[in-house]
Nanobody, 124 residues
Framework: ERLVQSGGGAVQAGESLRLSCVAS????????MGWYRQLPGKQREEIAT???????YYAESVKGRFSVSRDNANNTVWLQMNGLQPEDTAVYYC???????????????????WGQGTLITVSE
């Protein structure tokens, strides 16, 4: 796996969770990293992303509650989720765009990569 997620699980409404995602150390450049989620019966949606220069994007549904951060040196992105609500129940996916990976003396650029996904369940 080129993107490995950790964190997630089941919580009660109002609680917090933190997700982590690490990209392989072979990546020497990643354009944006962030998080998408897929609610039951819905399409996958972008919720929080951060560029290599620190510009962030948040979906309206999570603005003010979720925070995305990134460590470029270690190819890591986090999602801090506060005030979780039942409507946040979904599978959360790490995403990386324009990721360049070294292979010995060569390299390859991936347009988009996905983590394995992790289920977050928020109960009343």
């Amino acid at each position: 796996e080129r993107l490995v997620q950790s964190g997630g699980g089941a919580v009660q409404a109002g609680e917090s969770l933190r997700l982590s995602c690490v990209a392989s150390e072979n990546f020497f450049s990643i354009g944006s990293m962030g998080w998408y989620r897929q609610l039951p019966g819905k399409q996958r949606e972008e919720i929080a992303t951060v560029t290599s220069t620190g510009t962030t994007y948040y979906a309206e549904s999570v603005k003010g509650r979720f925070s995305v951060s990134r460590d470029n040196a270690n190819n890591t992105v986090w999602l801090q989720m506060n005030g979780l609500q039942p409507e946040d129940t979904a599978v959360y996916y790490c995403n990386a765009k324009d990721a360049s990976e070294a292979f010995g003396s060569s390299w390859h650029k991936f347009v988009e990569l996905w983590g394995q996904g992790t289920l977050i369940t928020v109960s009343e």
